[in-house]
């Protein structure tokens, strides 16, 4: 059952820029953090940004820091993932997860919810 809808995904030019958009399926999903990760072929899952829903605070990963901007949308319960200045080694299935308040907004494993994905791909 699909709980996180993503969209926003495509092929744009290095330098060029996409949005990524993220919404739960149903407006009762509650969550506390909403993070991206992404998934480039043979390489592991890795964190790219997360935002608090209280505060929206900010957290990105080193990669992504200068480039992408995390925002949400209350009304819409919605996150998004401004990415501009894109290169090559962006290229991944991009997803979103809402977390619930638990562990670490850097791991995977601390999201209930994820997203189905959506494929970015970024040629030189």
């Known amino acids: 059952q699909e709980q996180l809808v993503e969209s926003g995904g495509g092929l744009v030019q290095a330098g060029g820029s996409l949005r990524l958009s993220c919404a739960p399926s149903?407006?009762?999903?509650?969550?506390?953090?909403m993070g991206w990760f992404r998934q480039a072929p043979g390489k592991e899952r890795e964190f790219v940004a997360a935002i608090s829903r209280i505060g929206t605070s900010t957290v990105y990963a080193d990669a992504a820091k200068g480039r992408f901007t995390i925002s949400s949308d209350s009304a819409k319960n919605a996150v998004y993932l401004q990415m501009n200045n894109l290169k090559p080694e962006d290229t991944a299935v991009y997803y979103c997860a809402a977390n619930r308040g638990r562990g670490s907004v850097y791991q995977g494993n601390s999201y209930d919810y994820w997203g189905q994905g959506t494929q970015v791909t970024v040629s030189s």
């Open positions: 149903r407006r009762t999903l509650t969550w506390y953090v």
